[in-house]
């Protein structure tokens, strides 16, 4: 039930390129999603995850989502070009705390644009965002025509929650995609935020989630 729905997660700053092929034999092992790593090192896992269902993805604008929506376009087509199916971008936080939704809206809809029909998920970074501009948030991702939205980085001083999960999963519908990221990693805390409404759960604690009760 679970591991189809993990993406397995490595985007420390000393990661290797050695670590990425361990990373995606691990999720072909364990049938992942799809592996997310930095951007330099796409390539590698494109390479290594030939011919598998698993996908790759990759980080535009991480961590902080503060750079601009140009260089947010230009990492998401260079992702592109590398082979990246899948694009995890970080919101403008700052800009949607003031309440330039219309600079949001265009800033995701760039990325939106430049990945070409690539899947798109948007870290909203909750946990330093009120639950009104939770919500706001959410309408905007769906605006402009994202897949997915995502709960945080994990980096910004916290977490998946279910509370959030429960209201990103109200706001958005039945339909459109939701993934928890951010301090998920035992089988339990997977289970609660699919429960709540996830489809997808960011972790790095993947192998130990789904190799927990055997």
Same mark, same amino acid.
């Given at each position: 039930r679970v591991a189809p729905m993990i993406d397995?997660?490595?985007?420390?700053?000393e990661a290797t390129s050695a670590q990425v092929v361990s990373l995606c034999r691990e999720a072909s092992i364990y049938g992942f999603a799809a592996v997310c790593i930095n951007p330099s090192l796409v390539k590698i896992a494109v390479a290594e995850l030939a011919g598998s269902a698993v996908m790759v993805g990759t980080v535009i604008g991480f961590p902080t989502?503060? #750079?601009? *929506?140009? @260089?947010?376009?230009?990492?998401? %087509?260079?992702? !592109?070009?590398?082979g990246a199916g899948e694009l995890d971008m970080v919101i403008a936080v700052g800009r949607l705390r003031e309440r330039d939704f219309e600079y949001v809206l265009n800033d995701i809809k760039a990325v939106v644009s430049e990945a070409g029909g690539c899947c798109v998920k948007v870290i909203l970074e909750a946990c330093l965002l009120t639950d009104d501009e939770k919500v706001m948030a959410c309408r905007l991702v769906v605006?402009?025509?994202?897949?997915? #939205?995502? *709960?945080? @980085?994990?980096?910004?001083?916290? %977490?998946?929650? !279910?509370?959030?999960?429960?209201?990103?999963?109200r706001t958005v519908g039945p339909d459109f995609r939701v993934k928890a990221s951010g301090g998920i990693r035992t089988l339990?805390?997977?289970?609660?935020?699919?429960?709540?409404?996830?489809?997808?759960?960011?972790?790095?604690?993947g192998v130990t989630i789904v190799t927990a009760n055997s």
């Open positions: 397995h997660t490595l985007l420390k700053p989502g503060a #750079v601009t *929506t140009r @260089t947010k376009q230009c990492e998401a %087509g260079e992702a !592109v070009e590398s605006d402009a025509g994202a897949q997915f #939205v995502k *709960t945080s @980085t994990g980096l910004a001083g916290g %977490g998946a929650t !279910v509370a959030d999960v429960r209201l990103m999963r339990q805390e997977a289970l609660i935020m699919i429960d709540a409404g996830a489809n997808r759960i960011g972790t790095s604690a």
